[in-house]
């Protein structure tokens, strides 16, 4: 099969006109004012974060623009992180299929999301150091928040009546016991460290390496069933809008969810940011590097930032989450965005790619070949090609010829992360 860098997926073309009268099309709501800040202490070095805010998912169509925001918290080295900086967004994106709509493009984005996680920890561990690093990936397109991480830094979600919702899964293993039992049934050993005297000190490991998360970009001296398949959460905020708060462990070991939401309420988004710091800061010292950005999604009407809630408030103001299927949106998406309610598109969380990647012929997503790496994006001949359901027993499909497909060495990276064999034993 040809390198990484070789044969490369090749995308039908669709005509500009077309694909700005879908956007037209799928227009419900004007587009909202999005603003940020940023504040951060440094302690190792080991923190780096993305801002991307004239991202297009039409190319020179200022209409189809969305943001980026994402954090990277390091450990052994920074090398991991500013890897990720620098690669995960455009490997993201070179996932998603050309000619999308924006509901199309949205709805292929979780899975897109998958791929350039993985694809992003592949590369970086064919570089042989041994560093790794969280990874919390938000995009923000108008009303529509998706959120994909790996480690424990968070993204909270801040609606307008005070409710503070948390957008992603901490994958600690101290606190996570579904992902104890999955490191441990992939061939991982999970405990805390000895001392001297045979005494257990700190928080719950993964053995080899020690390290206290189940999922990570890198650390290749761990073992692959520490994954980079992040868990992923998409939602659609009504038109009142809302804040996110993403931060490093820095500031969530320091405060809760709903202390650093209401640190920063009334405030604009850069001081915001700072303020949430600060919260940390005055509240545990600067133990670890501690960073934050703010995010703050207005209606174009409102130029505020989310206010404190009353006092007394009806318990019906609340925000609360309804799942709804994907051929559901319309008139219901309209009277959800009337009441202040936040929509739940997608959730999912599971470790295993056959899972995560699904079927070419139950996704709705057009494809562009037949034989096409559903990670690294590498076109490949019918005999290179093995479909990521084949031999799983977490498939969601019995045909073993059926998409997406998988190049050998994505295919080994599988492998070996569900524990079938030892990391970097290849097949051929």
Known sequence: MASGEGRRRHHDLVPLAALLKREMKSEKMEKPTVRYGHAAQSKKGEDYFLVKTDCQRVPWNSSTSFSVFAIFDGHNGNAAAIFAREHLLNHVLSALPRGLGRDEWLQALPRALVAGFVKTDKEFQSRGETSGTTATFVIVDRWTVTVASVGDSRCILDTQGGAVTTLTVDHRLEENIEERERVTASGGEVGRLSIVGGAE????????GGLCLSRSIGDMDV???????????????????????IASDGIWDAVSSEVAAKSCRGLPAEL?????????????????????????????????PPTPPPKKHNKFREL???????????????????????????????AMLAERLGSDENSGQPTSGLFVCAVCQVDLAPSEGISVHAGSIFSTSSKPWQGPFLCFDCRDKKDAMEGK???????S
Do not use: H, M
């Open 320 to 350: 609360f989450f309804r799942k709804r299927s994907r051929d559901s949106a319309g008139k219901l998406s309209k009277k959800l965005s009337a009441i202040n309610i936040v929509e739940e598109l997608f959730e999912e969380g599971s």
């Open 421 to 427: 064999r030892p990391s970097g034993v290849k097949v």
């Open 223 to 245: 073992g692959e069933f520490i994954v980079p398949v992040p868990y992923v959460k998409q939602v659609k905020l009504s038109n009142a809008g809302g804040r996110l708060v």
């Open 272 to 304: 915001a940011a700072t303020q949430v710091v600060k919260e940390a800061l005055r509240t545990r010292g600067l133990k670890d590097d501690t960073t934050c950005i703010v995010v703050d999604i207005i209606p174009p009407d409102n130029e505020l």
């Open 201 to 208: 000190i700190g928080p719950l490991r993964c053995w080899p």
